[in-house]
């Protein structure tokens, strides 16, 4: 068979080709200039609350970003107690312990490992990550990414309706507010997008601010509730005679608590919020970024200080809310729906004291959602574009928000701004990422050899379980909506990984000292003549008779050497990566061998930094495969390779324009 040189040159040798070339690109248009600003790694970070911070930054005591997690984990006090109630009844205090057992003995001791085990915010999904390898861990995490925007995107949504709900009802609320919940949402998600698409700041001061003035709210309600219950010790005895009337023995009591707990898991929402902070924790002057003992220590603060905080909050709104306010104010449009703690400032401190706590409670609730939109903008950025299953542009700022509010809206119109209807979806977002985190946990025990850390993490792990499924089989529209968010993620990701696979996909490409000086002797005598080779040879015979029916098929120039390429394939689910190319001379052959995750990718990627070292285009030479097209592509796609030479020519078409510096591909 006569050599074919692809790319339409003559294929008797290499020609000289002209590298001063210039090609005139247009200016984007401003919108789209502005649009895709900061389209970098680097900028995905947002500067909004989760951002990862410079290299060089210092960091903030840990009591200040505990206030950052903060907006999201105590501004679920505004709606928790009244959640409570409706799931429990009367049992809701009970229910409430449970729940904070469940907090200081399950969900701590899980979030003060994967500080210790994901020390620069990655969370629990960057541990699972590592543990499986190939596809599998891909697609895992795709899976857990459903969840994560399930959970964000409800905290969006949930927290605008539970602000919209306290807005309503105040009584200085204007009459045509009255039953708005839907329009004032949606105007409250809108807004928070708009802030975004300007540019959020840091805004660790704010949360400061913003959690120092709703704990001490509260704690001016808790404290004045406690003082009207020991005022009126009856109310405590209708409690437990209505208990008792419902319920024939504690134990049934207990029993059913532990039963009905699961619905009650929006209170521990947060925690993965508060690992994801954990760039921001100044730690010791000694840390490193592979030891930052000092930033671990500082965090695990932060996360038990969060955790007993809310446990006792949780505690003594359940008790307050469900001694003082009647079953019936909690249903569905009913005063204290969605803000009973907010129904008891106004009953018992005044109309002005309740009206500044709705404001403070807005505030929080707002900014909670801000909290969670800049998670989703440091997540998605974090792992999808490094797995080539998501355009480039996700990368910025500005797309990814209007992708992300568009979902606030549908969620918002779907729920009808409903906190009730929509608390289903938040718990099941919160709890499949406590048990992977859990679980996590477990298994980075497991290898260090804790057998009671094992056990331990492992009976968390079987209580999340539990709570999850009853929490899906109770409230199936949660589980409904995240494999929503799981199916759009899979679905676009595989189709970006497709539309993608013929990039060149090298972040950057290296030679080691013998590999430099190979191809600086080979370039003295010309444009490099690189043949493609399956690093199967093993010997002097082989390599000879490769080289042989190569320059048969594909008329390489008599008298010039050539160096072998070879690939080694190491993990195809990969999609970027740095390519350290090695040199060596052995079995009477010049070889250059580098790992990566595609073979004609990886070739495409070597040839162009050969092109740039050498300033001379080199020519690669490569034998046609036999087989099916079609199974080749998949194989390409899958594993890595399959019809190696034309796909090498398409990922250097696209990545090269112009004709006379895109190296030449021929195909014997």
């Keep these: 068979m006569t050599g074919v040189e692809v790319d339409g040159k003559d294929s008797a040798g290499p020609v000289e080709p002209r590298l001063s070339a210039t090609v005139s690109v247009r200016p984007a248009p401003r919108w789209r200039a502005w649009l895709l600003e900061g389209l970098s790694e680097q900028s995905a970070r947002h500067p909004g609350p989760h951002a990862t911070p410079a290299e060089d930054h210092q960091g903030r005591r840990w009591w200040r970003v505990m206030c950052l997690t903060g907006v999201d984990y105590f501004s679920t006090l505004g709606y928790q107690p009244g959640i409570a109630a409706l799931a429990a009844g009367l049992l809701s205090p009970l229910a409430t312990l449970v729940l904070i057992a469940l907090t200081l003995l399950g969900a701590l001791p899980v979030y003060r490992r994967v500080a210790r085990e ?9 541990m699972l990550e590592r543990l499986l390898p190939w596809w599998s861990g ?10 994560a925007a399930t959970d964000f995107m409800i905290t969006i949504t949930l927290s605008a309706a539970d602000a919209s709900a306290h807005v309503v009802e105040n009584p200085f609320a204007p009459h045509w507010m009255h039953g708005g919940n839907v329009w004032i949402t949606l105007v409250l998600v809108l807004g928070l997008g708009a802030v975004f698409l300007k540019g959020f700041k840091e805004a660790i001061g704010i949360a400061v601010v913003l959690v120092g003035a709703y704990l001490t709210l509260n704690v001016v309600v808790l404290a004045v509730s406690a003082w009207e219950v020991l005022s009126h010790p009856v109310r405590i005895g209708d409690w437990t005679d209505a208990m008792t009337a419902e319920h024939s023995s504690p134990l049934a009591m207990i029993g059913v608590a532990l039963l009905v707990f699961p619905k009650l898991a929006l209170g521990m929402s947060g925690f993965e919020t508060g690992v994801a902070v954990m760039p921001q924790v100044k730690g010791d002057a000694t840390d490193t970024p592979e030891r930052p003992e000092g930033r ?3 965090t695990r603060k932060l996360l038990t200080t969060a955790a007993v905080i809310m446990s006792g909050f ?17 249903e569905s449009g009913g005063p204290a729906n969605g803000r009973a703690l907010a129904y008891l400032a106004h009953q018992h401190l005044g109309e002005a004291f309740g009206t500044v706590y709705d404001i403070s409670t807005i505030a929080i609730l707002w900014f909670a959602g801000a909290s969670a939109l800049a998670g989703l903008l440091n997540l998605v950025p974090r792992y999808l574009p490094r797995y080539g299953m998501a355009p480039e542009w996700t990368r910025a700022v500005r797309p990814l928000v209007l992708v992300f509010m568009a979902a606030a809206v549908f969620i918002t119109l779907w729920f009808n701004a409903n906190v009730d209807d929509q608390s289903g979806a938040y718990a099941t977002g919160v709890l499949v990422l406590m048990l992977s985190a859990s679980f ?6 497991h290898k260090r050899g804790h057998r009671a850390a094992t056990i331990g993490f492992g009976t968390i792990t079987a209580v999340f379980a539990y709570t999850l499924v009853t929490n899906v089989i109770e409230r199936p529209d949660g589980i409904k909506i995240a494999m929503i968010f799981i199916l759009a993620i899979l679905v676009t990701s595989f189709a970006s990984r497709v539309r993608r696979a013929f990039e060149l996909r090298a972040a950057e490409v290296s030679f080691d000292e013998t590999a430099a000086r190979i191809i600086d002797e080979a370039a003295a005598d010309g444009p490099l003549l690189v043949v493609a080779n399956e690093p199967q040879e093993h010997s002097t015979r082989e390599y000879r008779a490769k080289e042989y029916s190569q320059r048969e098929q594909t008329h390489i120039p008599d008298g010039r050497p050539v160096l072998f390429l070879e690939v080694f394939v190491r993990d ?22 580098v790992e990566g995750a595609t073979v004609p990718n990886t070739i495409a990627a070597v040839l162009m930094q050969l092109r740039d070292r050498t300033g001379q285009v080199p020519h690669a030479y490569f034998n046609w495969t036999e087989g099916n097209p079609f199974s080749h592509l998949i194989r390409f796609l899958v594993f890595g390779h399959g019809e190696v030479a034309p796909v090498t020519r398409e990922v250097l078409r696209r990545a090269e324009p112009d004709l006379d510096r895109r190296p030449r591909v021929h195909v014997g």
């Design 440 to 445: 996590a946990s477990a298994v980075a025990v």
């Design 118 to 126: 994901s020390p620069h915010g990655e969370g629990s999904i960057a």
């Design 572 to 593: 195809s689910s990969d999609f970027t990566a740095d390519l350290a190319v090695r040199g060596d001379e052995k079995h009477g052959a010049r070889r250059l061998r």
């Design 296 to 298: 671990i220590r500082e």
């Design 138 to 147: 891909k697609i895992f995490v795709l899976v857990l990414l459903g969840f």
């Design 314 to 330: 949780l505690l003594l709104s359940s008790l307050a809310t469900t001694i003082l306010i009647p079953q019936s104010a909690f």
